[in-house]
């Protein structure tokens, strides 16, 4: 009878489907017999335990700071499933994602499942990095200046480039360079990203550059 291994995955989508499409793929990748138990409460706890932690969110929030990945153990795998997944380069991201695997989520299920297989086999034959506290002294990530938060305040409002450079009384083209540069800085691809983006996030954690997740319990 052959060992039965139990992964535990945590996961914050709820979509049937989503689930039960990346656990299938998860037994498959993993080249032995394995059964995935979702962990069903979304505590540092249970993130703690976690071995796989899948993230299917908006793909700018990967350049700000998630404190709630301090609780990662050692050795876990973070699956994050983006549309741009070939543009994200972990180097240049927070401390706690530098070990990321990135996914398209239009990939085919063969890709997805050689990710998963070559990213377990890596944290399985070596020494995991272990991620501390400290590591959060010395880890950059994006936040915006307050003149931009201006700038993009009145944006989430619905104003126009010059009415907001008419309040602020800065030229239309500086109040352009101040949305380009948010633009690039969180890798927005066009208005509608842009606007998906200033709804996604609040000021606040736009300002501060992290996201404090209140679900989430010590």
């Given at each position: 009878?052959?060992?039965?291994?139990?992964?535990?995955?945590?996961?914050?989508?709820?979509?049937?489907?989503?689930?039960?499409?990346?656990?299938?793929?998860?037994?498959?990748?993993?080249?032995?017999?394995?059964?995935?138990?979702?962990?069903?409460?979304?505590?540092?706890?249970?993130?703690?335990?976690?071995?796989?932690?899948?993230?299917n969110?908006?793909?700018?929030?990967?350049?700000?700071?998630?404190?709630?990945?301090?609780?990662?153990?050692?050795?876990?795998?973070?699956?994050?499933?983006?549309?741009?997944?070939?543009?994200i380069?972990?180097?240049?991201?927070?401390?706690?994602?530098?070990?990321?695997?990135?996914?398209?989520?239009?990939?085919?299920?063969?890709?997805?499942?050689?990710?998963?297989?070559k990213?377990?086999?890596?944290?399985?034959?070596?020494e995991?990095?272990?991620?501390?506290?400290?590591?959060?002294?010395?880890?950059?990530?994006?936040?915006?200046?307050?003149?931009?938060?201006?700038?993009?305040?009145?944006?989430?409002?619905?104003?126009?480039?010059?009415?907001?450079?008419?309040?602020?009384?800065?030229?239309?083209k500086?109040?352009?360079?101040?949305?380009?540069?948010?633009?690039?800085?969180?890798?927005?691809?066009?208005?509608?990203?842009?606007?998906?983006?200033?709804?996604?996030?609040?000021l606040?954690?736009?300002?501060k550059?992290?996201?404090?997740?209140?679900?989430?319990?010590?």
């Open positions: 009878m052959d060992f039965v291994t139990v992964i535990k995955l945590f996961c914050r989508d709820e979509d049937y489907y989503f689930r039960t499409g990346v656990s299938e793929i998860i037994k498959e990748a993993l080249l032995s017999s394995v059964n995935v138990e979702f962990l069903t409460e979304f505590d540092s706890d249970h993130l703690r335990r976690a071995d796989i932690i899948v993230m969110s908006s793909q700018w929030r990967l350049f700000m700071c998630q404190p709630v990945f301090r609780y990662r153990k050692t050795g876990s795998l973070l699956l994050v499933f983006a549309d741009y997944a070939h543009n380069d972990p180097a240049s991201l927070p401390v706690c994602y530098q070990s990321l695997t990135a996914i398209g989520r239009y990939e085919t299920v063969r890709q997805v499942r050689d990710k998963i297989t990213a377990w086999l890596t944290v399985s034959n070596q995991a990095k272990i991620f501390a506290e400290s590591d959060c002294l010395k880890c950059t990530f994006s936040h915006i200046s307050l003149v931009q938060l201006q700038v993009m305040s009145f944006l989430k409002k619905g104003k126009s480039v010059r009415q907001i450079a008419k309040s602020l009384g800065l030229s239309v500086t109040i352009y360079a101040h949305k380009y540069n948010v633009m690039r800085k969180f890798d927005l691809k066009g208005e509608l990203e842009l606007y998906l983006f200033l709804n996604d996030l609040t606040s954690q736009l300002y550059g992290v996201i404090e997740d209140v679900e989430m319990k010590k």
